[in-house]
């Protein structure tokens, strides 16, 4: 949970702030006066702040259409330096005998141990990957005196909603920037002839059946540093928007009828209908921000969902810096005070202009941490 400015407020008041609110978005007018009223005293402002940011928080936490916490995984650093992420892999069985007891076991398998035998060990194989870290995002937003007064809440109750989603997006183009990048850097979709049950494809091919079982294939055929076979589990398929359409398409193709021929007459023919792959463990990712970082709208990505795979091995990270884990809004006035000395209310606006600002700050920040278990076709090739 991100810091609250306002999270003190008096709980008498926020009750009764969160009431007068709701009667003025229903139209009841006498208490769009009694708000106006209590937005002029010290405990009404801070109440109604506390009721702004916790809606900020939890639009935030609720956005049904971020794209950063299905392409990455979530990680929370503690301040604005590099972060070295060291990536331990698998466990290296290479210090362990391949026969033992006259008995070959297959790679990675561990050996027997017999009574009062020393166990053999593991070698865990470290490497740091290039290093990321978090950064500060943010904007404001001014309003008069006038402008509040006139649309008393309905002006400042959107405010909660657009900043989450303006935080959501730097989450998303950051988390989408690190899988790009990974992806580009590691082999494309290469061109393969047919074979073995499995369709050609040109390299980098456009979106389609034949190159979307390419692809799986060729991620499936990808090795560790130590030889192993990569596990995908559940992934996610990134697209721009544009592509969606050709996408449903190819994923209602789940069966195929094929002819052969048995004669030469019209009807001297048999049928095979054949299940094709089932492409219930992708999920379809609409990315908006895909095509800004490719260059194209024909780019298309396969990697593991969530950001980790399934051996729980992160591969996208999108960082959080701690205690600031969720966006923070504050509010400035500079209204002055009343002759009788009381603080007036930011709302009041500012002593020299009648205006307040809001403003939001995001911290965060995305990397790639292991881009193995990444397959990326520009999309620019030809569709076979």
């Known amino acids: 949970m991100g810091r609250n400015l306002y999270k003190n407020a008096d709980p008498r008041a926020l009750k009764e702030i969160a009431t007068l609110v709701e009667?003025?978005?229903?139209?009841?007018?006498?208490?769009?006066?009694?708000?106006?009223?209590?937005?002029?005293?010290?405990?009404?402002?801070?109440?109604?702040?506390n009721l702004t940011n916790v809606q900020l928080q939890k639009n935030y936490r609720d956005t049904k259409t971020a794209i950063w916490n299905r392409i990455s995984t979530r990680t929370v650093?503690?301040?604005?330096?590099?972060?070295?992420?060291?990536?331990?892999?698998d466990l290296d069985y290479s210090l362990m005998k391949a026969s033992d007891k006259g008995v070959a076991r297959p790679a990675n398998v561990l050996p027997e141990v017999a009574e009062g035998e020393k166990y053999q060990s593991f070698k865990l194989s470290q490497s740091i990957?290039?290093?990321?870290?978090?950064?500060?995002?943010?904007?404001?937003?001014?309003?008069?005196?006038?402008?509040?007064?006139?649309?008393?809440y309905n002006t400042v109750r959107r405010i909660p909603q657009l900043f989450a989603k303006t935080a959501v997006n730097v989450l998303d183009s950051n988390a989408t920037r690190a899988l790009v990048v990974a992806a580009q850097a590691q082999p494309h979709l290469a061109?393969?002839?047919?074979?073995?049950?499995?369709?050609?494809?040109?390299?980098?091919?456009?979106?389609?059946?034949?190159?979307?079982?390419?692809?799986l294939?060729?991620?499936?055929?990808?090795?560790?540093s130590h030889g192993n076979y990569i596990t995908t589990g559940p992934l996610v398929l990134s697209i721009d928007p544009s592509l969606r359409a050709t996408v449903d398409w190819v994923f209602a193709q789940q069966t195929q009828t094929t002819r052969s021929a048995t004669g030469t007459g019209t009807n001297n023919y048999t049928e095979t209908t054949a299940a094709l792959n089932n492409f219930g463990n992708i999920e379809v990712v609409e990315n908006r921000y895909l095509a800004y970082y490719t260059g194209n709208q024909t780019a298309w990505i396969l990697s593991p969902a969530g950001g980790d795979n399934a051996d729980a091995e992160d591969s996208i990270v999108t960082a959080?810096?701690?205690?600031?884990?969720?966006?923070?809004?504050?509010?400035?006035?500079l209204a002055g005070y009343t002759p009788?000395?009381?603080?007036?209310?930011?709302?009041?606006?500012?002593?020299?202009?009648?205006?307040?600002?809001?403003?939001?700050?995001?911290?965060?920040?995305?990397?790639?941490?292991?881009?193995?278990?990444?397959?990326?076709?520009?999309?620019?090739?030809?569709?076979?």
């Open 320 to 333: 959080f810096l701690a205690g600031e884990e969720e966006p923070e809004v504050r509010v400035s006035g």
């Open 129 to 152: 990957v290039p290093g990321f870290s978090v950064k500060k995002y943010g904007g404001q937003i001014g309003f008069t005196w006038e402008a509040f007064i006139n649309d008393p």
């Open 77 to 89: 650093v503690n301040d604005f330096r590099t972060v070295q992420w060291l990536d331990f892999g």
């Open 217 to 224: 294939n060729q991620l499936r055929q990808k090795k560790d």
């Open 23 to 49: 009667a003025t978005i229903n139209g009841d007018r006498i208490r769009k006066e009694v708000l106006l009223e209590r937005l002029g005293t010290t405990d009404g402002v801070f109440a109604f702040a």
């Open 340 to 384: 009788n000395g009381n603080a007036l209310p930011f709302t009041s606006g500012s002593f020299d202009n009648d205006t307040f600002d809001m403003r939001v700050r995001v911290v965060g920040g995305a990397g790639a941490v292991n881009a193995l278990p990444i397959i990326y076709s520009a999309g620019t090739g030809a569709l076979n």
């Open 191 to 215: 061109a393969t002839t047919a074979g073995n049950g499995l369709p050609a494809v040109t390299a980098d091919s456009a979106f389609g059946l034949a190159p979307l079982i390419a692809a």
